[in-house]
């Protein structure tokens, strides 16, 4: 698994650990492992030409120490200071002594152009806002540049915090981050501005829980149901789906075909679509009387497709089993209803949905999207599943660790991509997961299976459906 903390305990983790350093060990560790680093983007460090960005703070003096490193090796190092009179004394020091050199801000976007590496050290993980206006033309001239891009820590003009990019920021193709994943380096549309990451252990001691975390094989593989020898479909857990309308049928189909892919041992259907479940899936139990008479279920999916049945709605809310709630339900569910529940209940919106449950427009969602998943889990008492770029899961009340979902592609922004995601969780649900446990084993199933049906090329829903299988095989056997 991997975790974020946020700036404010990073800080006072590094704060504890250089109490008991001697004076720049701490930062020597955080150079010589981006040094590391950049070697290894390099290739061959000698006859190399490196670009050194340099802001102010301690990420100027990682890059200067990093640049010394390099020289040393035979690298041809520049360091371009944006702020000449507080840059790290000892680290420019260090860089002169290597034999790198200081360059003044005439030909800095030149010098820039003809490097094989840029060293992005301008803003560290305090930093708020964009670029200043004086670091955008650098910005730039990185990103039209043939060199490779290597933030330090994080890339400059991010939030380290909430992944917000509020102005200018600078893209990376690499970012090598000190002592733990920061959360804008894993949550969009931060996240799309550090490349790939690489974690340097500089001995940081950390508390037990952090503040992000993002499930890999081995931790989902833990979490999903295996039948035991005296297992049958009751005990394996029995999902109800109450989805689809006669305008939205195929929303019922995909709904079910996501629950018979997970875990559970049996699919009730309830709705106006069940002659077109049965052609597709006859081992499906379909009711038309409604939930409260479709019989026994250990977790209940309602929204996909479901128009304007507001009453079908209110009567699974009013159910003492766990309930996921999508699409249409979202916004037909009474908020006061949600809040009431005494089982666990899962919303699972995409932006513009989480948008219209909040009262704000959908940029401020997808420019915040931590914020907003945990505004709505402590406003409607709920878990959220916050679908998207990055898909977040943050527990009931938004208190504790918001889940990560590190698997997807963009080919699952298709139609009825998301039935298949409430089916396949609400089948987790029945099976006994808890919420986030479902929320977050799901979205990362169905986003390995996004990969495994897309490759490279479009995908249908269903072709995301049948693809699960193969993304449970993929997770179980590591």
Known sequence: MRTAYSVETVRAAERELMARLPEGALMQRAAAGLAAACADVLGRVYGSRVVLLVGSGDNGGDALYA???LARRGAGVSAVLLAPERAHAGGLAALRRAGGRVAGAAGAEELIEGADLVLDGIIGIGGTGGLRPDAVPLAEAAERSRAVVVAVDL???VDAGTGEVRGRALRADLTVTFGTHKPGLLVDPAREYAGAVRLVDIGLSLPARPELEALQHADVARLLPVPAAESDKYRRGVVGVAAGSGRYPGAAVLAVAGALRGGAGAVRYVGPAGQAVIARF???LVSDRGPKHAGRVQAWVVGPGAGDDAATVAEVLAADVPVLIDADGLRLAEASAVRARRAPTLLTPHAGE???LLGVEREEVEEGRLGAVRELAGRYGAAVLLKGSTTLVAGAGGEGPVRVNPTGTSWLA???SGDVLSG???SLLAAGLP??????AAAYLHGLAGRF??????????DVAEAIAGAWRSVVRG
């Open 282 to 284: 006859p081992e499906t």
């Open 354 to 356: 989480a948008a219209a």
């Open 435 to 440: 919420t986030v446990d479902a929320g977050s």
């Open 67 to 69: 640049g010394a490193r």
């Open 453 to 462: 049906a897309a490759d490279g090329a479009p995908a249908r829903a269903q």
């Open 155 to 157: 890339p400059s003009g």
């Open 414 to 416: 298709t139609a009825g």
């Open 424 to 426: 396949l969780a609400g």
